[in-house]
Structure formats: C-alpha cells, structure tokens
C-alpha cells in the first residue's frame, strides 16, 4: 500500500505540509514521523496504514512510476564533486540492489575513465548524432555505464543547429529506463547543449557544492537555468537539492560557507549526508576504481553510501 521511502519522498517532495499536523491527523504517538523525517527510525506497518489515507488527502498517489527517476548532477564550475558523485553514488545504490545507469554527458569523460573505460568505441554521441541506442558497458552488477570521451565534445555545433538536438538524449533513455531505477548523468562544468540535453532528459537535478568562498558565484545563473528549462521545456524537472562534497568540518570557512549556503538556500533542500574531504577518493579514482571497491572502510565509502540510502528513502 505504502512504504516508508514512499512517505520519505512525498513529504521531501512537499516541504509546505506540516510535519506535526500529519502525525496529528493520522493519530501517531508524537514525534514519529517527525523522527522518521530526521532518519532517526523507520515507520512500522501500524503507522504507515495510519498515515496512508491522510497522505492521500494531501495528494499522495499510490503507484510511483516503475520507470527509472533520470537525475543530472550539475553544477557550471568543475572540481566540485559531481563526476565523484556519480560514480560511487551510482555503485552504492548499486550494491544496496537498484539497478543503475551513470550517462557520461561530460567530453572529459572522467566518468567513463575512472570506472575503467578509455576509449570507448561505441559512445553517447553517436546515439545522439545518429539517434542510434544508447551505448552500454556493464561495469557490476547492477550498474551499467553510457561512456563518453572527448569525441562528445565535436558534437557541440551539430547539436546545437539541429531541429530538437536538445531531445535527443532524453529519447535515446526512453526506452531504457524501464530497465533501471535510477539513472544519473554526469554534466560538464559548462551551462552549454550537453547540460541543456541532461536538464531536458531528468525528472530531477542534484546540486554539488564545494563550501569554498566561490561555492555562490555563479549559482544564480545555474538555477535561472533551470528554470527555464523547467518553464519552456521540462516542467517535471524538480531540484532534489544540494549535496556539499570535500567537506573539512575542521575548516571554519567551511563551516561558515555551509552556513550561509543554507541561509541563501533556504527553499531548497540541502541534503544531510555531507561527502567529507578524504584523499582515498582521489586514490580510488586515480586507480580507475569505485571508493567502496577500492576502500570499502574508509569515510570515503562511508559518506557515500550514507548518501546513497538518503536518496533511496526520499528522491
Ligand atoms: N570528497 C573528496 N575528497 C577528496 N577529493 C575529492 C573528493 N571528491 C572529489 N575529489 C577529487 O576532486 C577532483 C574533482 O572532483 P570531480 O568529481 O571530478 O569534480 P567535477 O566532476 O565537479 O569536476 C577529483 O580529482 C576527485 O578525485
Ligand atoms: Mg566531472
């Protein structure tokens, strides 16, 4: 009837509905939801049948689509976590059992490198030139790779100049994502076709942000972005919110950007999980390998798959 990801989602999907107000109604001993919110417990059945009628009120729907949520991890600057997301939010989703597709969307092709393809024969721009399939590498189980290198990056113009070249990404994952439950595309650092192609194609986009003092500059531009591909094209884009990587909590600038990132963000959401500064991601990655492969202990794989579970209970 429902789960407890299914009301973890609809309550972050509606941040207007009171917390307090919905225990009330569905008549829940107090603070359990507001616990659950917090990731403090998970609801039972008893509370969850309580919940289910009064969640409808508010527009709950009962079947969530059983087609993969398409998600871009975006930000215009480069070096601030987005490839790292991808890649081990990707396999630590991967290892809790949903099926994932990372879509490298960036002509640097990190992505496709650290998870260990150079040179991939067959790539994301010939799906998009020719409206061919999409590419796939299997990479583990449950995770498979749509590679790209610097081949993406002549595509730029032809794209551009022609008629829907902005839809072709989202058609060429059509037919694929039945197959997934999540997918997600690495964008480049650049608000140019290949980020318009990603934003068209996703349901929703998450925001790395690095808490140095240039973490706002820019981010002005990024969210009138997408807007307005929200506006004129995508109207089912939601922002899953922010994700602050190489995080050093010892560090008060840092302490103090995270701040004044909440302040400023105040109608978004920053996700809990922070991904703490840890130079064995920089290792793992060098080593063309996953964090929880390369270092399953350490914080690295730690912060990672704690992002991971928050995604699952609430995007
Ligand atoms: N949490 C982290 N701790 C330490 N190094 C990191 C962390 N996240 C990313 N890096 C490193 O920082 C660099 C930039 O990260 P990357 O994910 O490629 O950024 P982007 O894709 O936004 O350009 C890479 O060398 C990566 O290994
Ligand atoms: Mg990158």
Do not use: W
């Amino acid at each position: 009837m429902i789960t407890h990801p299914d009301v973890m989602h609809f309550l972050a999907h509606n941040p207007a509905l009171s917390v307090s107000a919905l225990e009330a109604e569905a008549r829940l001993p107090k603070s359990t939801l507001a616990k659950a919110v917090a990731g403090d417990r998970v609801l039972n059945a008893k509370h969850l049948s309580a919940l289910f009628p009064v969640l409808v009120k508010y527009g709950f729907k009962e079947h969530r689509s059983s087609e993969a949520r398409v998600i871009s991890v975006i930000n215009h600057k480069g070096g601030v976590g987005k490839t790292t997301t991808v890649i081990n939010l990707g396999c630590g989703l991967a290892r809790i059992g949903k099926r994932i597709l990372v879509v490298d969307m960036d002509p640097q092709g990190n992505l496709s490198q650290s998870l260990g393809v150079d040179n991939p024969e067959a790539q994301v721009v010939d799906a998009l030139l020719h409206k061919g399939a999409l590419p796939l590498v299997s990479i583990m189980p449950n995770l498979d790779l749509a590679p790209s290198d610097l081949e993406l990056a002549f595509a730029d113009l032809e794209l551009v100049q022609t008629v829907g070249g902005m839809n072709r990404l989202k058609n060429a994952l059509r037919p694929l994502r039945k197959n997934y439950d999540y997918i997600f595309i690495d964008c480049p650092p650049a608000l140019n076709i290949f980020t318009n192609s990603a934003l068209v194609a996703s349901q929703g986009c998450l925001i790395t942000l690095q808490p140095e003092a240039s973490a706002m500059k820019g981010l002005n531009k990024l969210f009138d972005r997408i807007y307005q591909v929200q506006e004129d094209i995508n109207y089912e884009l939601h922002i899953e919110g922010v994700v602050f990587t190489m995080v050093d909590r010892r560090l008060k600038l840092h302490q103090d950007m995270m701040q004044d990132v909440i302040n400023s963000l105040k109608n978004f959401r920053i996700f809990h999980t922070f991904i703490r500064s840890n130079v064995t991601i920089k290792e793992s990655q060098v080593a063309q390998q996953d964090i929880f492969s390369y270092d399953e202990n350490s914080n690295g794989a730690k912060d990672h798959m704690s992002l991971a579970q928050e995604i699952l209970t609430t995007v």
